[in-house]
C-alpha cells in the first residue's frame, strides 16, 4: 500500500531565501506525481507534474525532481515571498488499479517579509 | 476557461441530518473525482468517475454516501446520515481523460456537522 509522508509539516522563513520541501513515498511504482498548491479555505491547484520517466521539471521560481528508486521527490522554490506563504502537498499516482492519487499531509509554508 | 465550479462553499448541519453537495467540471473533462480532506490531512480519493461511470469508490463509506454523475457532466455527493465525524472539506476534482494530465480542484464545500 502506498504511503505519501512530507517532512517538516511546518515551515517558516525570511522572504528571499531559497528553500526545499520533501515528499517520500514506499512504493516507487508510480506513473507520475504532482506538486499542489493549496491556499487557507481554498483547492488545490496544480503547481508542477513530473512523469514517472522524468527527472525534474520546472516554472518560474519553481523546481521539482523526482528520484523514483529512493522514493522521493523535492520541490525547490527560490527566493521565496510572502506569496508562496501556502500548504504545499504532493501526491503520488500509481500504475496499476484505477491509477488514483494518493495525497502527503502537506508542508505548511509561511514566509515572513 | 472556466474551472471546476462547486456549491455550496460552507454548509452546517446537525447530526443524523442529510447534505448535498454539487460539482460541474470543466467543460470537456471526462474524469471527475470527489476527495474528502479532513483538517491538517491530505485528500482522500472517496469515487471516481470516468464519464458517468464509476472507476473507483473503494473508500465511499456507502451505508451513507452516495454519488452520481448523469451525462457525465456534473455530478451530486450525498451523505445521509451525517456523522460528527463527517466534518471536513469536500473537494471536486477533474482532469482531461483520467491519465497523464494534470488535476483541477474547485474550492470546496466545507461541512460542520454539529
Known amino acids: 500500500k502506498q504511503e505519501v509522508t512530507q517532512i517538516p509539516a511546518a515551515l517558516s522563513v525570511p522572504e528571499g531565501e531559497n528553500l526545499v520541501l520533501n515528499c517520500s513515498f514506499t512504493?516507487?511504482?508510480?506513473?507520475?506525481l504532482q506538486w499542489f498548491r493549496q491556499d487557507p479555505g481554498k483547492g488545490l491547484t496544480s503547481l508542477l507534474l513530473?512523469?514517472?520517466?522524468?527527472r525534474e521539471q520546472t516554472s518560474g521560481r519553481l523546481n521539482a525532481s523526482l528520484d523514483k528508486s529512493s522514493g522521493r521527490s523535492t520541490l525547490y522554490i527560490a527566493a521565496s515571498q510572502p506569496g508562496d506563504s501556502a500548504t504545499y502537498l504532493c501526491?503520488?499516482?500509481?500504475?496499476?488499479?484505477?491509477?488514483?492519487?494518493?495525497f502527503g499531509t502537506g508542508t505548511r509554508l509561511k514566509v515572513l517579509a | 476557461e472556466a474551472g471546476v465550479a462547486q456549491s455550496p462553499r460552507y454548509k452546517i448541519i446537525e447530526k443524523r441530518q442529510s447534505v448535498a453537495f454539487w460539482c460541474n467540471p470543466i467543460?470537456?473533462?471526462?474524469?471527475l473525482y470527489w476527495y474528502q480532506q479532513i483538517l491538517g490531512q491530505g485528500p482522500k480519493l472517496l469515487i471516481q468517475?470516468?464519464?458517468?461511470?464509476?472507476?473507483?469508490d473503494s473508500q465511499l463509506p456507502k451505508d451513507r454516501f452516495s454519488a452520481e454523475r448523469l451525462k457525465g457532466v456534473d455530478s451530486t455527493l450525498k451523505i445521509q446520515p451525517a456523522k460528527l465525524e463527517d466534518s471536513a472539506v469536500y473537494l471536486c476534482?477533474?482532469?482531461?481523460?483520467?491519465?497523464?494530465?494534470?488535476?483541477?480542484f474547485g474550492s470546496g464545500t466545507q461541512l460542520s456537522v454539529l
Open positions: 476534482a477533474s482532469s482531461l481523460a483520467g491519465g497523464i494530465e494534470k488535476l483541477f
Open positions: 512504493d516507487s511504482a508510480i506513473y507520475n
Open positions: 513530473i512523469q514517472s520517466s522524468q
Open positions: 501526491a503520488v499516482r500509481g500504475t496499476s488499479g484505477t491509477y488514483k492519487y494518493i
Open positions: 467543460s470537456g473533462h471526462a474524469t
Open positions: 468517475f470516468q464519464n458517468n461511470g464509476v472507476v473507483d
